[in-house]
């Protein structure tokens, strides 16, 4: 039986690269110069703070921006509610989407039964997925369908074996 696991990871060392790299870049743009912006990241959490709505959205642009140069994708990025702060700010919290949740892990093995394959099995053990099935081939339109589908996580795909 050839397997595979489907994962949702992010990589931490990544993720620092990327808001060292966009704060970087605000403490030298002149539009940033005098709006108190900063990026700041915590445990699993990423604060954005500047003068203004349209300075946080700038902010929010520069951050992308180097995360999808990093190769991070943009869906372990949950965006919280601009929120007022003290001094006339606006702040912004991000929360950073990491592994699969029971729901998400549901969602997925349903996604996967409804492509209607013979022979394919897919269980939960933590927070990953495992998918089993006699074909390689099997596996690997699996994989593609999960690539294309919109399930609102980064996955990953590890443990291919055949």
């Not at 990589?11 to 990026?39: H, K, P």
């Not at 869906?75 to 006339?88: R, T």
């Not at 996604?111 to 495992?130: D, M, N, P, Y």
Request: glycine fraction near 4%.
């Amino acid at each position: 039986m050839a397997s595979f696991d489907v994962v949702s990871e992010i990589d931490d060392q990544e993720i620092g690269n990327a808001i060292d790299q966009a704060s970087r870049e605000l403490a030298q743009r002149y539009d940033f110069r005098d709006t108190q912006s900063s990026i700041e990241l915590s445990d699993k959490e990423i604060t954005l703070a500047s003068i203004s709505e349209d300075r946080l959205n700038a902010i929010k642009v520069v951050l992308e921006e180097k995360m999808v140069r990093r190769k991070v994708s943009l869906k372990a990025l949950s965006y919280g509610e601009i929120e007022p702060a003290a001094g006339g700010t606006v702040r912004l919290k991000i929360a950073l989407v990491a592994g699969i949740s029971s729901d998400k892990a549901k969602e997925i093995n349903k996604f996967i039964k409804a492509l209607g394959h013979k022979g394919v099995q897919s269980q939960t053990q933590g927070e990953q997925v495992r998918v089993t099935a006699k074909k390689r081939d099997i596996l690997q339109d699996i994989i593609a369908s999960l690539k294309d589908s919109d399930l609102d996580i980064p996955l990953q795909f590890e443990n291919f074996r055949s």
